[in-house]
């Protein structure tokens, strides 16, 4: 039995765009409707950050500890710290040694004394803004471990031109067309909106489970210092 040996199925944003309509039973020509259909899109993406750990967006960041400097900005993309570390170095080897940090909420870090005092960090805030930081505590001296490194869930790229592809995996693009399919029902066919919802989450709950890790066993620790804000 012949096969076709590719396994690189993708979509474009105007292909997604067109099935969308088609899901919803309307043919689109005019310029508005795509620059609707390209907007809800990215409303969709941006929602998926609500949604949990999208895996193929975490990313390892190493950043050089300066002595006296507890405070550090995250790259722009980022929206979250999983987790973090401080290192004797960059990289990996049997030369480097890493020690894991505890991570904290605010009021944790408000209660905390004497913030300025230098040593070696055991924990680290997440200032959750429009770009976070990552603040250590103690202060570090950068004596011995001279970087943290840490994951962070980076956000989805917007979709820009019509000609470009998305940046999801591909155990995502069904529910991408079904989402798109969703939110353009509220404006186009109302009617068709609560099966179209259910669809979408549906797919969306079977693709979030497939981009579990897969471990001998999971586990969710759930930690709290202080009152959670």
Same mark, same amino acid.
């Given at each position: 039995?012949?096969?076709?040996?590719?396994?690189?199925?993708?979509?474009?944003?105007?292909?997604?765009?067109?099935?969308?309509?088609?899901?919803?039973? *309307?043919?689109?020509?005019?310029?508005?409707?795509?620059?609707?259909?390209?907007?809800?899109?990215?409303?969709?993406?941006?929602?998926?950050?609500?949604?949990?750990?999208?895996?193929?967006?975490?990313?390892?960041?190493?950043?050089?500890?300066?002595?006296?400097?507890?405070?550090?900005?995250?790259?722009?993309?980022?929206?979250?710290?999983?987790?973090?570390?401080?290192?004797?170095?960059?990289?990996?080897?049997?030369?480097?040694?890493? *020690?894991?940090?505890?991570?904290?909420?605010?009021?944790?870090?408000?209660?905390?004394?004497?913030?300025?005092?230098?040593?070696?960090?055991?924990?680290?805030?997440?200032?959750?803004?429009?770009?976070?930081?990552?603040?250590?505590?103690?202060?570090?001296?950068?004596?011995?471990?001279?970087? *943290?490194?840490?994951?962070?869930?980076?956000?989805?790229?917007?979709?820009?031109?019509?000609?470009?592809?998305?940046?999801? *995996?591909?155990?995502?693009?069904?529910?991408?067309?079904?989402?798109?399919?969703?939110?353009?029902?509220?404006?186009?066919?109302?009617?068709?909106?609560?099966?179209?919802?259910?669809?979408?989450?549906?797919?969306?709950?079977?693709?979030?489970?497939?981009?579990?890790?897969?471990?001998?066993?999971?586990?969710?620790?759930?930690?709290?210092?202080?009152?959670?804000?």
């Amino acid at each position: 039995m012949a096969t076709s040996g590719t396994t690189t199925f993708d979509l474009n944003i105007d292909d997604i765009i067109e099935e969308a309509y088609e899901r919803c039973g *309307v043919r689109t020509n005019s310029g508005h409707d795509l620059r609707s259909a390209r907007r809800s899109l990215n409303l969709l993406l941006s929602e998926w950050g609500n949604r949990g750990v999208h895996l193929w967006k975490v990313t390892l960041k190493e950043q050089q500890l300066t002595a006296g400097t507890a405070t550090y900005t995250t790259p722009a993309d980022c929206n979250d710290v999983l987790e973090a570390y401080i290192s004797t170095n960059t990289g990996i080897g049997t030369s480097i040694t890493d *020690v894991a940090l505890t991570k904290i909420d605010r009021s944790a870090y408000a209660a905390l004394p004497n913030k300025g005092s230098r040593g070696q960090p055991s924990q680290y805030f997440v200032n959750r803004q429009k770009t976070p930081t990552v603040t250590l505590y103690l202060t570090p001296d950068a004596s011995t471990y001279t970087y *943290v490194k840490y994951y962070y869930i980076g956000r989805i790229e917007d979709s820009g031109a019509y000609t470009n592809q998305t940046d999801i *995996v591909y155990r995502f693009l069904p529910c991408m067309c079904s989402g798109l399919a969703y939110y353009l029902s509220l404006k186009k066919a109302p009617q068709l909106t609560q099966g179209l919802k259910l669809f979408y989450e549906d797919e969306l709950q079977r693709a979030l489970t497939e981009d579990g890790q897969r471990t001998s066993v999971y586990i969710s620790p759930q930690t709290f210092y202080g009152d959670g804000v």
